[in-house]
């Protein structure tokens, strides 16, 4: 069993900063592709970033410069820091993360909670 647990969500003004995490535990061989993506009320989910196993990074439009993903493969865990906050950004953020739970055993996408973020003065 794969569990991911995300956490850092939370209320924050225009111009304010988050970082979001989402940890992964359990029966883990490997991780490949890590990414975040986003909900909005009455929005369909939307991707928003992702970093590969090897560090290579890539952003939506609508956040790059503004947002960074990064990995800490000992932890099994993705962040998200988000800079420069909009109220357009408040959605329900996810992780999904590409794990193969046995060596040999093909990949397989797994998803967090969600955790809310709500940007609002």
């Known amino acids: 069993q794969v569990q991911l647990v995300e956490s850092g969500g939370g209320l924050v003004q225009p111009g304010g900063s988050l970082r979001l995490s989402c940890a992964a535990s359990?029966?883990?061989?490997?991780?490949?592709?890590m990414e975040w993506y986003r909900q909005a009320p009455g929005k369909q989910r939307e991707w928003v970033a992702q970093?590969?196993?090897?560090?290579?990074?890539d952003y939506a439009d609508s956040v790059k410069g503004r947002f960074t993903i990064s990995r800490d493969n000992a932890k099994n865990t993705v962040y998200l820091e988000m800079n420069s906050l909009k109220p357009e950004d408040t959605a329900v953020y996810y992780c999904?993360?590409?794990?193969?739970?046995?060596?040999?055993?093909?990949?397989?996408?797994?998803w967090g909670q969600g955790t809310q973020v709500t940007v609002s003065s």
């Open positions: 999904k993360l590409e794990i193969a739970p046995f060596s040999k055993w093909p990949p397989y996408d797994y």
């Open positions: 970093i590969a196993s090897d560090g290579a990074t």
């Open positions: 359990g029966s883990i061989f490997s991780i490949n592709d």
